[in-house]
């Protein structure tokens, strides 16, 4: 890898790492729809955008409804669980928790994919779910309900990113719709699929306020750089250094979502953050570690 790749891999794990600083700073003031759906529609806009910019080709290859399809999986759904679980877990807890991404991957894919479940891997998983298991149990926030339930929405939202791979390699296929454009569309499935229930929690349930400036730039933030930036960058990432070197921006992702936390939402920091950490990185290596090359076999004489 070179000097460069370093850096727009930290540059990521950055940017993605203060999604979680910014719905703190939003969700408690607009709600958790409310936020989700800022968030999908502006980075729609913003994808537009970037893709006018690079005067991309907008043929999607008659594969229009399974970009907006996979959008609600992907982006709709995850957004509004992360965003509803911003309103009882600090910022370095969602962060840590979407660190199980590539463990549920494993889960998803043994029981519904076929895909083969190693040794290391159902290690990996084990040790991940006792992480998140550390993690919800020691810490600056209370084990109560409120807890769990946070966690249960971080880690179903990772269950949607899990279902969503499998499914885009199926219906899209490895040389098929250019991911740029994929990824565009399936923002406008997410912000369609959020519409109705942002439409029904504004008329039934509006917010107190709709915000000021900080809550407005912290959108911005949220879906322009967060979101649609975040997609340009990773996959400038795919293409150079290859998927599995992309992915490992995940290991990446928790440090900056604790340190952004610290910094400045003044959260307390614990060892549980170490510990819980510790171990989803150790799962997460023994998941996305290389097979082992099989042993030549013999020649029979």
């Given at each position: 890898m070179r000097l460069a790749d370093y850096a727009r891999l930290l540059l990521l794990a950055a940017i993605w790492g203060a999604s979680f600083l910014f719905m703190r700073i939003i969700v408690p003031v607009l709600g958790a729809l409310p936020s989700a759906f800022f968030r999908v529609s502006l980075a729609a806009v913003g994808l537009v955008v970037i893709?006018?910019?690079?005067?991309?080709?907008?043929?999607?290859?008659?594969?229009?409804?399974?970009?907006?399809?996979?959008?609600?999986?992907?982006?709709?759904?995850p957004a509004a669980l992360y965003c509803a679980a911003a309103q009882v877990l600090?910022?370095?807890?969602?962060?840590?928790?979407?660190?199980?991404?590539?463990?549920?991957?494993?889960?998803?894919?043994?029981?519904?994919?076929?895909?083969?479940?190693?040794?290391?891997?159902?290690?990996?998983?084990?040790?991940?779910?006792?992480?998140?298991?550390?993690?919800?149990?020691?810490?600056?926030?209370?084990?109560?309900?409120?807890?769990?339930?946070?966690?249960?929405?971080?880690?179903?939202?990772?269950?949607?990113?899990?279902?969503?791979?499998?499914?885009?390699?199926?219906?899209?296929?490895?040389?098929?719709?250019?991911?740029?454009?994929?990824?565009?569309?399936?923002?406008?499935?997410?912000?369609?699929?959020?519409?109705?229930?942002?439409?029904?929690?504004?008329?039934?349930?509006?917010?107190?306020?709709?915000?000021?400036?900080?809550?407005?730039l912290s959108l911005a933030g949220l879906g322009l750089v967060c979101t649609a930036y975040a997609y340009v960058l990773y996959f400038r990432l795919l293409s150079d250094i290859g998927p599995i070197k992309a992915t490992t921006v995940t290991f990446l992702i928790p440090p900056f979502g604790v340190f952004w936390g610290v910094l400045l939402l003044d959260e307390q920091l614990s060892w549980a953050y170490l510990y819980g950490g510790v171990l989803i990185g150790l799962a997460l290596w023994l998941v996305l570690r290389p097979a082992p090359a099989p042993a030549m076999a013999q020649e029979s004489a």
């Amino acid at each position: 890898m070179r000097l460069a790749d370093y850096a727009r891999l930290l540059l990521l794990a950055a940017i993605w790492g203060a999604s979680f600083l910014f719905m703190r700073i939003i969700v408690p003031v607009l709600g958790a729809l409310p936020s989700a759906f800022f968030r999908v529609s502006l980075a729609a806009v913003g994808l537009v955008v970037i893709l006018l910019v690079l005067r991309l080709n907008w043929d999607f290859r008659g594969k229009f409804k399974q970009c907006l399809l996979l959008g609600v999986i992907n982006s709709g759904i995850p957004a509004a669980l992360y965003c509803a679980a911003a309103q009882v877990l600090p910022a370095g807890y969602s962060a840590i928790f979407n660190a199980s991404t590539p463990l549920m991957g494993v889960l998803i894919g043994a029981l519904f994919f076929a895909e083969g479940l190693t040794p290391s891997k159902a290690g990996g998983v084990l040790l991940g779910l006792l992480g998140v298991g550390l993690l919800t149990r020691t810490g600056p926030v209370a084990f109560d309900a409120q807890l769990l339930w946070g966690a249960a929405a971080c880690l179903i939202a990772t269950a949607c990113y899990g279902f969503a791979g499998f499914l885009t390699r199926r219906w899209l296929g490895p040389d098929g719709l250019d991911n740029r454009l994929a990824a565009c569309g399936s923002m406008f499935g997410a912000t369609l699929c959020l519409l109705p229930l942002f439409a029904y929690s504004a008329i039934s349930q509006p917010p107190a306020s709709w915000g000021g400036g900080s809550v407005w730039l912290s959108l911005a933030g949220l879906g322009l750089v967060c979101t649609a930036y975040a997609y340009v960058l990773y996959f400038r990432l795919l293409s150079d250094i290859g998927p599995i070197k992309a992915t490992t921006v995940t290991f990446l992702i928790p440090p900056f979502g604790v340190f952004w936390g610290v910094l400045l939402l003044d959260e307390q920091l614990s060892w549980a953050y170490l510990y819980g950490g510790v171990l989803i990185g150790l799962a997460l290596w023994l998941v996305l570690r290389p097979a082992p090359a099989p042993a030549m076999a013999q020649e029979s004489a």
